[in-house]
């Protein structure tokens, strides 16, 4: 009997003792990196954990919730909007926030997710009704920064930051869909023209300045050869009254030289006389129809005849 109830005395010390090491256990909490625990007292807030080891009261601490802090993103499905001009159309959004206040976070609203996904649907609507549908699918970033700033403000109560806001697709009905394609590709094809136009306009225009530059260059060598041809008759010609008055030159130079040389051989005036007569003749060249001749070279050339007749009959006899 005694070793019956020793044996069930160790058993229960040892069953305590396993407990109290579960318990203790369960007292030691490892907080990681980017992460925080708000730790209630006995259901009111006691502190928040941060990076680190920490310990609780056994049965009077819980750990009331665990903190992402993290940047986290959500993706909310599309939310039916409509436009300052009626246009009913689909808008899904991103939201990119973090958790700043853990205290904020686990105390201030029941379901933060969801109540950031509201609060989205609801400001997105409220600035979609005061654009027309033109405006919403030009104005995306207008949209996104008045979203961050209005869901910013929102959010801060509840320990919450929204970094960015997003529009991820735009999408609007239909018939809608279909008249913005039909006016792109209006759009294309009157620019196609207007761009054929202008190089058909650019191409004439390289064209006729082609064909002016052309007919200057053109006009340019015409006047440039012209210029040579008549410095080159200019040239001949000078060349030719150049080469006529030195040949003149050098005639009445040789008619000098030979009168001075029939003077240095003595000739007489009757010689003299005889050699004028020969120059008038040259001078006459068989082309002139009278001649004048002085009366004193007619008495030489009488003379001249009559010795010539006298020699001929002496030669007979």
Same mark, same amino acid.
Request: with cysteine; net charge neutral.
């Given at each position: 009997?005694?070793?019956?109830?020793?044996?069930?005395?160790?058993?229960?010390?040892?069953?305590?003792?396993?407990?109290?090491?579960?318990?203790?256990?369960?007292?030691?909490?490892?907080?990681?990196?980017?992460?925080?625990m708000v730790v209630e007292r006995l259901g009111g807030y006691l502190a928040t954990w941060s990076v680190g080891l920490h310990v609780k009261m056994p049965f009077i601490d819980r750990v009331?919730?665990?903190?992402?802090?993290?940047?986290?993103?959500?993706?909310?499905?599309?939310?039916?909007?409509?436009?300052?001009?009626?246009?009913?159309?689909?808008?899904?959004?991103?939201?990119?926030?973090?958790?700043?206040d853990p205290k904020l976070y686990a105390y201030g609203v029941e379901n933060p997710l969801m109540a950031?996904?509201?609060?989205?649907?609801?400001?997105?609507?409220?600035?979609?009704?005061?654009?027309?549908?033109?405006?919403?699918?030009?104005?995306?970033?207008?949209?996104?920064?008045?979203?961050r700033a209005l869901l910013d403000v929102a959010t801060d109560p509840w320990g919450i930051k929204v970094n960015r806001v997003e529009l991820k697709n735009i999408i609007p009905p239909a018939e809608?869909?279909? %008249?913005? $394609?039909?006016?792109? #590709? /209006?759009?294309?094809?009157?620019?196609? &023209? =207007?761009?054929?136009?202008?190089?058909?306009?650019?191409?004439?225009?390289?064209?006729?300045?082609g064909k002016k530059e052309a007919a200057i260059l053109e006009a340019q060598a015409e006047k440039e050869a012209a210029i040579l041809r008549a410095e080159a008759k200019k040239e001949a010609t000078i060349r030719e009254a150049e080469g006529r008055a030195e040949a003149i030159l050098k005639v009445q130079q040789a008619e000098a030289d030979g009168i001075r040389a029939i003077r240095e051989a003595g000739a007489d005036a009757a010689?003299?006389?005889?050699? %004028?007569? $020969?120059?008038?003749? #040259? /001078?006459?060249?068989?082309?002139?129809? &009278? =001649?004048?001749?002085?009366?004193?070279?007619?008495?030489?050339a009488g003379a001249v005849t009559a010795i010539s007749e006298l020699a001929a009959k002496t030669e007979q006899q």
């Open positions: 009997m005694i070793a019956a109830i020793s044996f069930g005395g160790a058993i229960g010390i040892l069953i305590l003792c396993v407990f109290l090491l579960v318990v203790a256990a369960s007292c030691v909490k490892v907080v990681p990196q980017a992460s925080a009331a919730r665990r903190v992402n802090l993290k940047e986290q993103v959500i993706d909310f499905k599309p939310q039916p909007v409509i436009t300052k001009d009626n246009v009913t159309m689909q808008i899904d959004t991103v939201v990119f926030f973090q958790i700043t950031i996904e509201n609060l989205t649907a609801t400001t997105l609507r409220n600035i979609i009704g005061d654009l027309e549908l033109d405006e919403t699918l030009t104005s995306r970033e207008l949209i996104n920064t008045k979203m809608i869909q279909d %008249s913005m $394609e039909k006016q792109m #590709k /209006a759009e294309r094809e009157r620019r196609e &023209k =207007i761009l054929f136009a202008e190089g058909e306009k650019k191409s004439s225009i390289l064209v006729a300045e010689v003299l006389q005889l050699k %004028s007569f $020969e120059a008038f003749a #040259k /001078a006459a060249d068989g082309k002139a129809t &009278k =001649i004048i001749v002085p009366s004193d070279i007619q008495g030489l």
